[in-house]
């Protein structure tokens, strides 16, 4: 599952097209300043001649006038930042523009990977690029409660479906937007048809907006590409870069958990990756039509615990959201 040297130029070369759109919205912007404020040209002018002087008189002995250029600078600097915010500009608008402040773009800090190439990888490797295609339609401020019934009330709890799918939903929002505050996992199951992929979207969407590095299986590509992994390759191999994502990405989203074929080898996988990434700290959503019961019969005890002690659950009850979408488009 690592990277060919086809997949890693096509992943430097969209880094070297954005850096040049970087640099073209900076000068796009430093044109349309310098049109609408005259004296913003002839204030960097300044700036650049005195922060020259300064550095040459650093370099020989004129020290004297160091500390009245650093002066000049300073008033230079506080005038144009001012024109700025009395237009309305963030006072940063001509400071360098990157996608990615952490590695500016490089896709490097130091010698060390930045999270944003390594995003970039893995979306290269599992052709997840639809997902952000789905990810502009599903995400919380397009999930409604309205398909989730008020008169179908869950035995187990007394609550509706709706009460239920609110609780939930809450839940969700709660557990992206405190995501860096607190290690939390979630575990979502219902029936089919529930909007629980739809949930897990919101979430997606949600932390990939704020840079963080979200991978996302159907539980049946992920043990497909466990068994390629363990079967295509000699034991002593190390993990791929890949592979080593799955356990370390700031959230691994492991969707239609039950729907994969399950033998003792997927059982294994599953317990070592479930494990290690609580070890490591970083938040699992899993979610699955089994009901909690089925789900402790399918996998072993072992899962069944780490997963009832370390991951909040979460229901979702009703109708099939999905037959009840086609009911109404065909009635409408
Ligand atoms: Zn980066």
């Known amino acids: ?56 008189s650093l370099l020989s002995d004129g020290s004297a006038s160091v500390a009245a250029l650093r002066a000049q600078i300073d008033g230079l600097s ?30 490097y800090i130091g010698s060390r990977k930045c999270h944003c190439f390594r995003q970039a990888a893995i979306e290269l490797l599992y052709m997840q690029s639809n997902l952000k295609e789905i990810l502009e339609r599903e995400n919380f401020s397009a999930f409604s409660l309205d398909y989730y019934a008020e008169d179908i009330i869950d035995p187990a709890t007394g609550l509706s479906a709706r009460q239920t799918a609110l609780r939930t939903l809450e839940a ?29 979207h919101c979430i997606a969407r949600e932390l990939l907006e704020s840079a963080h590095a979200v991978v996302y299986f159907s539980a049946f590509r992920l043990f497909e590409l466990f068994a390629d992994a363990a079967f295509g390759r000699g034991a002593a191999d190390a993990p791929s870069e890949g592979e080593q994502h799955i356990f370390d990405c700031d959230l691994l989203i492991i969707d239609d958990l039950g729907t994969e074929l399950v033998n003792s080898f997927v059982s294994t996988q599953l317990f ?22 089925t789900f402790a019969d399918t996998y072993s005890e072992r899962i069944f615990s780490r997963i009832s002690s370390n991951y909040t659950m979460l229901k979702l009850v009703g109708e099939d959201i999905r037959l009840k979408k086609k009911i109404s488009n065909k009635t409408s």
């Open 1 to 56: 599952m690592g990277l060919t040297d086809a997949q890693y130029n096509t992943i430097m070369r969209d880094y070297q097209r954005q850096q040049a759109m970087n640099r073209q919205t900076l000068s796009q912007r430093r044109q349309e300043i310098y049109g609408r404020f005259p004296e913003f040209s002839r204030i960097d002018e300044a700036i650049t001649s005195a922060s020259l002087s300064c550095a040459r």
């Open 78 to 107: 506080a005038r144009r930042a001012e024109i700025l915010r009395g237009a309305g500009y963030p006072e940063d608008y001509l400071a360098p523009v990157y996608r990615c402040p952490d590695c500016q773009d490089t896709g």
């Open 172 to 200: 969700c929002r709660g557990f992206a937007d405190r995501f860096d505050a607190d290690f939390q996992n979630l575990f979502l199951y219902g029936d089919t048809g529930l909007g629980k992929t739809f949930l897990s």
């Open 272 to 293: 070592y990756l479930l494990n290690e990434r609580l070890m490591r700290r970083k938040s699992t959503l899993i979610s699955t039509n089994l009901s909690l019961a």
